[in-house]
Each structure stands twice: as C-alpha cells, then as structure tokens.
C-alpha cells in the first residue's frame, strides 16, 4: 500500500510535499536527473500520519545518506501545474509543498542513492541562485540569495 499523500481527485491529482533547503557557503543543494531538462529541490511526498518535518527528515536521510534536524520552515508553495511522469501525466496537477531550512552539519557530505517515481537514478548538486539550467521552486533564485527569518507563501498557477 502507498501511503505518500498523492491523491487522485475528480479534476486531477492533489500532491503534498516536502523540499529541503540545504545550504552551504554560498551555494543550495539539489537534484537532477537524465530525463528533466530542470533541477529541483532534495524532497518528496509526505506519507499519511507524518508530519511535515518528520517527512522533510525523512526524505533528506533518503536522499543524501545524512540525518539532518529542521532549523526552520521557509516556504509554503500551492503550485499548479500539468503531471508529466507516470501517475501525474496528463492530469492537473494542485501541489502545496513545505520547504523547510535545514542545520546542515559541518562535515556534510552528502551521497545520493535515490531514484525518481519513473525509476530513473539521481544526482545531487550545489549550485548558487543564478544556476543557467531551469530549477524549481524558480523562486528559489531570488529568496536564496539573502534568506529570510519569515515564512513566505508562493503561488505558481502554470494551468491557466
């Protein structure tokens, strides 16, 4: 049984996630993969009954090697937008992701051995706000060059 909160509803599918801001020095850790033309950030579906900082824990473990401790929420993000891998393709696609900073340890060294929902492999990198290639959340690019005590609520609306 799959418990990750990604939902089938009558419009389209109804996603709730978590992202990770993992920063160090002047650069934010992120992920890619051989299919997307975009990085986006270390994160993933809460699972039913979790919280969301025990999934952003969670999902930072799975996909660095590394137990990391919540510093803080940073982001509320509502996205809309059309699914383009397996279960989401084809489908509109209501996304509310919490993006939460994280203490990174001193002697982080990160190691991906994570995998996308379509199965193909991941890679971590560190790149700094004005990174060429695409990445998401795209606020990201203006928020992370001077980071902020207050929670910030986004909307990107890519359906109408």
Sequence with gaps: MNNDLCVKVSEGILNIRVGAIIM???KFLMVENDRDD???SVGGRIKFGETAEEAV???VFEETGVKMEVDRLGFIHENFFFGDSLVKKGNIVHEIS???YM???KDFKPICNSFTEDG???RLVWIKADHQK???PEFFK???KNPSREIKHFVTNDVC
């Design 142 to 144: 203006k928020e992370l």
């Design 103 to 105: 203490k990174v340890p």
């Design 24 to 26: 160090k020095d002047d």
């Design 57 to 59: 824990v969670r999902e």
């Design 98 to 100: 919490f993006y939460f």
């Design 120 to 122: 193909l492999s991941e």
């Design 38 to 40: 975009h990085i986006y």
């Design 134 to 136: 695409k990445y998401y």
